[in-house]
């Protein structure tokens, strides 16, 4: 039987591939949510990398991108050895400290999202903790890969 095409919620999502083992299972036999969120930490790190930004640029500019608020939504559950793609995107934020990442997770072999998630992300300066604008480094990896 042949995998279902995901339907993206935006298009060109940076796509992080993710099989959930054994110790990722919970006493109800489904995928531990916790999971969930330390793929969605897994895939932004991978998208921010392959955008050309690394924790060694973070530090060396003094700024990062700090999770402000996040929000899960649980859809279907999933099990052991489940194929499963992790899409994420960036989009603006609502001022010129910020950014928004979104998240898809879809189930390969039938293409149902299976949770979904956001980020509401500000730039701090990682001294201080205090929120700063995003330096030219990141607006210019960050800001062009937002969706509409």
């Known amino acids: 039987m042949a995998e279902a095409e995901p339907g993206w919620d935006c298009p060109a999502p940076f796509v992080l591939p993710v099989t959930p083992q054994?110790?990722?299972?919970?006493?109800?036999?489904?995928?531990?949510?916790?999971?969930y969120?330390?793929?969605?930490e897994e895939a932004g790190w991978a998208h921010s990398h392959a955008l050309g930004l690394t924790l060694a640029d973070y530090k060396?500019?003094?700024r990062g991108m700090a999770i402000r608020r996040s929000e899960f939504d649980y859809i279907f559950a999933t099990n052991a050895g489940?194929?499963?793609l992790l899409g994420t995107w960036l989009l603006p934020g609502d001022s010129?400290?910020?950014m928004r990442r979104r998240?898809?997770?879809v189930r390969q072999r039938d293409g149902a999202t299976v949770l979904r998630a956001h980020w509401d992300l500000v730039c701090i300066e990682l001294t201080s903790g205090r929120p700063?604008?995003?330096p030219p480094e990141f607006r210019a990896a960050y800001l062009p890969?937002?969706?509409p």
Do not use: M, Y
């Not at 054994?22 to 999971?35: F, K, Y």
């Not at 969120?37 to 969605?40: A, D, G, Y």
């Open 22 to 35: 054994a110790a990722d299972i919970d006493g109800l036999d489904h995928t531990n949510n916790a999971v």
């Open 103 to 105: 998240f898809q997770l």
């Open 82 to 84: 489940e194929a499963l």
């Open 132 to 134: 700063k604008r995003l």
């Open 96 to 98: 010129p400290l910020s």
């Open 60 to 62: 060396r500019l003094n």
């Open 37 to 40: 969120v330390r793929w969605c």
């Open 145 to 147: 890969h937002g969706a």
